[in-house]
């Protein structure tokens, strides 16, 4: 054998060897993860027989695998930790599905949380950080998790109720009840000076009075102290607008339903669900008071606390943007709609779009009215303002569903065409505009008066500064988001133009028909049901702004609503398909015998 054969062979066995060495280290590791926790999704299923599986399952396989990383780590193997995560995220989060399903069905901030939990868990590694971090962000990791799987399977989670404790609320109590903050600040000397747990306090014992009523069997007395402490210190303290700009509107939402499923177990007089449901208002409420004070269970500060300065023109600048978006929506499509189909002069357009923006001025100058009425006849924070915006929300939706049909019976460029050259044109296009100027007001009036009455205790305030600049930051934002809607659209061709714009309309009915219905539900005019089939319905941002909530009453009338709408625009497409077809045929049959009294005049 030549030297050259013995070096090359020599060769070959230490290149063997060296991957042999490789493939035994990482086989080694392999093995280390598939012997506590399974390397992959598909290995746990198939040992615990899982052939049919819930997302918690697999956030329950995380879970696992995150005690033996943290075991890991523990231990000094940095290495094996950083494998256990990403096993974790890809083999576990990953292969099972539950990462595509975030994204298909939860809002984007879901995903991006786990993933952030995910890349938090291996800075840690890297930077070699303690070992209680590396816990603390195991334990983050899977509770975001949790929550996801839970909205995924459908899984109600019951709130955990905070204790019931005694404060100095409750020896001012136990002398007198107090069917108001004002009443209440006034006895306890707090009326320069509170905090929003002061109030949460006063509520609480509030919540307990109407407990103990209705132990004794009155069910109407407790039925009316969860109104105290809805229109006497939830609404008058400016904890709802609060809650609205520096939490989320559906959090504000979200309590004011459990205050109806308080009383509709009260209606039904059932002790027991009573206490229940009070019980997680009581939390609810006392879990908002700490995050708008910055504190957390035990009253330390959390560092998420900001300024009153800062949160109020928060509160405010959501307010006012949160409650103008839904009415620039309208009047902005309203507008870019006459623009569009206004076949004249740039004189003739601004005569045509006057009388929406006559509408919508008037609907702010009755909001003025309608606020000042309410506090003069002392109906604001009460039962008859959710009542006036309601029905003003429903009558908003027989308006909005009569304009997105018009709208889509002339989607074809033919219907419309021949719409303009009837003979009955003016007319209808008269009525057409009182509908469209009618609409704009109800969208404006409908939002304005209670935005005015969320600003009117907030301009007594020391920081009316902030106020002040909440509100003109909005408005300009509202701004750009009219003019987007309006110089947009109108380069959009009139087909889809007049179907996006009908849809908008559409959308807009079935969303003022939930809050609207939601309204009454708060103004005791309609009692509030919440069966399992409807609970599930998560309290979020986007569901909100379409008034879809966890209650029969405002459900089953949009899914009504909503079948109407698609059978009626079927039903105009159709028949715009029909006259479209008719026109050609016309077209066609015109010029045949066009052609052919040209030939016969040749000859």
Known sequence: M????????????????????????????VFTI?????????????????????????????????QEAVSTYEGGDTEGALELVKVAKNQYWGASGMKIEMQKQLPS????????????????????????DFTTAADVLVADLRLSANTLDGVEVEIEISE??????????????????????????????????????????????????????????????????????????????????????????????????????????DNDDFVKQVDILRTMIRTDANKLDGVDEEGNATGDSRSAAVATFIACFTIILREGF??????????????????ASEVERKRQVRPVYTGAVIGIILSFVSA??????????????????GVTALIAVAVLFY??????????????????????????????????????FLAVYREGAEVILFYQPLMTDENIGMVWAGFGVGCVVLVFVYLAIRYLSVRLPLKPFFMATSILMAIMAIAFLGSGIKELIEGDVIAMHSPDWVAWIPSHPVLEILGIYPCVETVVPQIILTIITIVTFVFWIRKNNRLKAEIEAEKEKGASEGIEAGMEGTE
Not at 44 to 63: C, G, P
Not at 182 to 196: F, I, K, M, N, Q
Not at 407 to 420: F, Q, T
């Open 2 to 29: 030549t030297r050259f054969m013995k070096n090359k062979i020599l060769g070959i066995v230490v290149l063997v060897a060296v991957i042999a060495t490789v493939f035994a280290s990482a086989g080694a590791s």
């Open 34 to 66: 598939a012997a506590d926790s399974y390397s992959t999704w598909e290995e746990y299923a198939s040992a615990n027989n899982l052939t049919k599986y819930t997302y918690n399952d697999v956030v329950d396989a995380i879970e696992k695998v995150m």
């Open 109 to 132: 901030a879901s995903k991006k949380t786990a993933e952030s939990d995910f890349s938090e868990l291996n800075s840690i590694i890297k930077k070699s950080g303690s070992t209680d």
């Open 164 to 269: 019931e404790t005694d404060t100095a609320a409750t020896t001012l109590f136990n002398k007198q009840y107090y069917s108001t903050w004002e009443e209440y600040s006034t006895a306890a000397g707090l009326t320069s000076s509170w905090t929003w747990n002061d109030v949460a306090d006063a509520m609480s014992e509030v919540f307990r009075h109407a407990k103990a009523l209705m132990a004794e069997g009155d069910t109407e007395g407790a039925y009316n102290s969860v109104n105290d402490g809805y229109y006497g210190y939830y609404e008058t303290t400016g904890f709802e607008r609060n809650a609205m700009g520096y939490i989320s509107g559906a959090r504000k939402s979200e309590v004011e339903l459990q205050f109806s499923a308080c009383k509709a177990a009260a209606n039904d007089n």
């Open 326 to 343: 839904e009415a620039i929506l309208v009047v902005g499509a309203i507008i870019a709609y006459l623009i569009k189909t206004t076949q």
């Open 372 to 389: 000042w009425a309410l506090n003069m006849f002392k109906l604001a924070n009460s039962a008859s303002q959710e009542v006036i915006e």
């Open 403 to 440: 304009v997105s049909n018009w709208m889509v019976s002339k989607s074809e460029s033919e219907a419309w065409d021949a719409y303009i050259k009837s003979k009955v044109g003016n007319a209808a296009k008269k009525g057409s505009m009182f509908a469209l100027a009618f609409t704009a």
